[in-house]
């Protein structure tokens, strides 16, 4: 009788072994691995890591890659080749000219790009969150929230921006370097004989717009910058997401997410600055020059230098210029978004 019990206690003993190991089994069937995450949403991050360190990165960004911007505007703004020949010559006559302080003319205006910026990459995540909401393609939410957000940082940045490129261009008037004379470059009729301190000059810059233009003075070329960036950005964020995913089908997977995302962004830079280089030629001009009107732009430009210099002019300085910021603003940005992801969510991240 004994051994009938014991018998029969092993036999319920086993049944709840195997029992377990069914529901185990069955567990790990129906329980498939964490999903890698490819783009980190808004909501996955925390915005208190995310937003210093995004200015951070920003600022040191354009701090080491504001000589191709001045250079860039300068080409755009000369007549012809009467200056610079191309990059590599005028950033060797400004240096030898002014020194590096010569390639940074008007850098503390321009760095106030940092706060719109923030306006930018907010305006940006946050339509992407709510378009989320939609049966929306990525592409196509990211060409929407790409426009959206650089409207808001346009009507942030362009009083900076308009006094930043006076301060850029004033390189191409006699007695810097270049040695040429070009009053349409300083239209604002500043005495470039006298001594002048960094914020002296801004601060005269400044009211000298004032006073001939009045307060719309500082939002001169707006349209002009909204139809030069929109698009651009628009463009720039759609084709960033379409060459990701892309290089994400014939890429290996041992090959770093993060390098894919930087060469994404790089093209995606490229192709940008071929499409819309004349719009960039005609905010320049238009910004700097006061004339009054985009046409009047266009038509002086076929004027001086015909079709192929209204769209070449300066593309070789905003190919390099967009190739660097593409694929350095990628690689901050990319980077910061994996730091700032709430930890929920930080196993399921590739680097």
Sequence with gaps: MLLSIWNCWKGDQDSDKRERRDKMAATMVETPPPQLITTIEW??????????????????????????????????????????????DAILKIYRAEGVTGLYRGFWLSS???????????????VRHELGNYEVTPRVKSFIAGG????????????????SQHLMVLGLVKGSPGGVHNSKVNPLGLDLERHWSKSALAREVALRVYRLHGPLGYYRGYAASLAAYVPNSALWWALYTAYQDELLKVSPSWVSYLLIQCVAGTLGGFTTTIL????????????????????????????????????????????????????????????????????????????
């Design 43 to 88: 909501g996955m991050m925390d915005k208190s890591k995310f937003f210093p360190l995004y200015a951070l990165s920003s600022f040191t960004v354009r701090c080491a890659l504001y000589p191709l911007t001045l250079v860039k505007t300068q080409i755009q703004v000369q007549r012809k080749k009467e200056a610079y020949k191309g990059v590599s």
């Design 148 to 163: 959206c957000a650089s409207l808001v940082g346009q009507t942030v940045i362009v009083p900076f921006d308009v006094l």
């Design 276 to 351: 819309t280089n004349p719009l960039d030629i005609v905010r320049a001009r238009l910004q700097v020059e006061g004339v009054s009107s985009m046409r009047e732009v266009v038509k002086e430009l076929w004027k001086e230098e015909g079709l192929i210099g209204l769209y070449m002019k300066g593309l070789s300085a905003r190919l390099v210029q967009s190739a660097c910021f593409s694929f350095s603003i990628i690689l901050g940005y990319e980077t910061i978004k994996r730091v700032s992801v709430s930890d929920e969510y930080r196993t399921r991240v590739r680097w």
């Design 112 to 126: 106030f790009q940092i706060i719109s910026g923030v306006f930018y990459i907010s305006t940006y995540e946050g």
